[in-house]
C-alpha cells in the first residue's frame, strides 16, 4: 500500500515527468487504480472466507457436536462484515487499501486461527474443506513421513 503510494511523491512525479515516462494525472491515476486493485483483492479475499466459514466450517463444527464453537464463528462473520462495510463507505482508495491492509494482514489472519483450531478439532471425515495434508499433495493414506 506505501510503495503504492510513492507514484505520487513530488520526486517521482518529477524524475517521471522529466523523462517523459508519465505526467502527474498517470501517476495519479497509476496509484489510485493500484490501491483500488490492492482493496478489490481483499474483499474477494474477505467474502471467500466469510463463504467459507458459513458453508464449511460452521456445519462441520455442528456435525462433530461442536455446536459451542458457533457463535465464535458467527462473530468471526460480524466482524468480517463490518469491515467490509467500513471499506465500501471510504470515498479515497488509498485509504481503503489501508484499512484493506489490516483487514488482510491483521483480522483475517486472527479469524484463520479459530478455524485453523476447529479443523484440529473437528474430525476429518466431517471436514469439507482440504487440509493442508491434501493441499500439499500428500498421500492421505501413507502416514509415515518419507513414505513414497
Known sequence: ????RRFIAEKNINLFEKMGVLSKEECEARESILHAHYSGT???EAACMI??????VIPAVVNAKMEGLVPEFEAAVETLK???HEIEAIESEYEKAQL???LRLETMVELRKICDEAEKKVPSNLWTL???KELLFLDPHLDHPGAV
Open 1 to 4: 500500500v506505501e510503495s503504492n
Open 42 to 44: 481483499v474483499e474477494m
Open 51 to 56: 463463504e467459507m466459514i458459513q458453508q464449511d
Open 82 to 84: 463490518t469491515a467490509m
Open 100 to 102: 484493506s491492509r489490516t
Open 130 to 132: 482440504a487440509t493442508y
